[in-house]
Antibody, heavy 117, light 113 residues
Framework: EVQLVDSGGGLVQPGGSLRLSCAAS????????MGWVRQAPGEGLEWISV???????YYADSVKGRFTISRDNSKNTLYLQINSLRVEDTAVYYC???????????WGQGTLVTVSS | DIVMTQTPLSSPVTLGQPASISCRSS???????????LSWLQQRPGQPPRLLIY???NRFSGVPDRFSGSGAGTDFTLKISRVEAEDVGVYYC??????????FGQGTKLEIK
């Protein structure tokens, strides 16, 4: 059974940093394209980053230069390092598996990041 | 980026009655490989999104057959043949044609009258 478990969120001050984790089971992270989507409170969904099977990465303009996506193949885990946090980064962050020919098929349960002084 | 526009933004429906949500993209979603990567997601209150429909009309594993998708090019529709209480939530259309510039509609809230 495919499962994605998000963790690492919390309350952080503007300018601070966090590292989000997504532990996967039931499939191999490095054999798939994996990404992060966020949802601000009461708002819609925003696609922010992907790491391809081959290791290449992509970032939305809103997070480019501040967020870094990575994976640890030995732990079958996806990460999102988020730096220089802003109040507008407050959101639930979901990891997601992206399948060729289908799109996002599985989502983590999400982890809440709150940026506030 | 491709802009996805959903209508209506809110849809009050009577239990057992049908519901329909429309989604329009700012440009054609037909990929160079001939496929159209338009999906529908359901997000129940307090839950992560869940894939319902992919490539316009294909139901994902475990999705009840009361959900169906249709459309082509830039205009797409999600239909629920008979709404049940568990269908309450927000529905999003999303495109992967321009992946990695994945975009979502603004969401349609389905509620029971």
């Amino acid at each position: 059974e495919v499962q994605l478990v998000d963790s690492g969120g919390g309350l952080v001050q503007p300018g601070g940093s966090l590292r989000l984790s997504c532990a996967a089971s039931g499939f191999t992270v490095s054999s798939n394209n994996m990404g992060w989507v966020r949802q601000a409170p009461g708002e819609g969904l925003e696609w922010i980053s992907v790491i391809y099977r081959g290791g290449g990465t992509y970032y939305a303009d809103s997070v480019k230069g501040r967020f870094t996506i990575s994976r640890d193949n030995s732990k079958n885990t996806l990460y999102l390092q988020i730096n220089s946090l802003r109040v507008e980064d407050t959101a639930v962050y979901y990891c997601a598996r992206v399948v060729d020919g289908l799109g996002i098929d599985y989502w983590g349960q999400g982890t809440l990041v709150t940026v506030s002084s | 980026d491709i802009v996805m526009t959903q209508t209506p933004l809110s849809s009050p429906v009577t239990l057992g009655q049908p519901a329909s949500i429309s989604c329009r993209s700012s440009q054609s979603l037909v990929h160079s490989d001939g496929n159209t990567y338009l999906s529908w997601l359901q997000q129940r209150p307090g839950q992560p999104p869940r894939l319902l429909i992919y490539k316009i009309s294909n139901r994902f594993s475990g999705v009840p057959d009361r959900f169906s998708g249709s459309g082509a090019g830039t205009d797409f529709t999600l239909k629920i043949s008979r709404v049940e209480a568990e269908d309450v939530g927000v529905y999003y259309c999303t495109q992967a044609t321009q992946f990695p510039q994945y975009t979502f509609g603004q969401g349609t809230k389905l509620e029971i009258k």
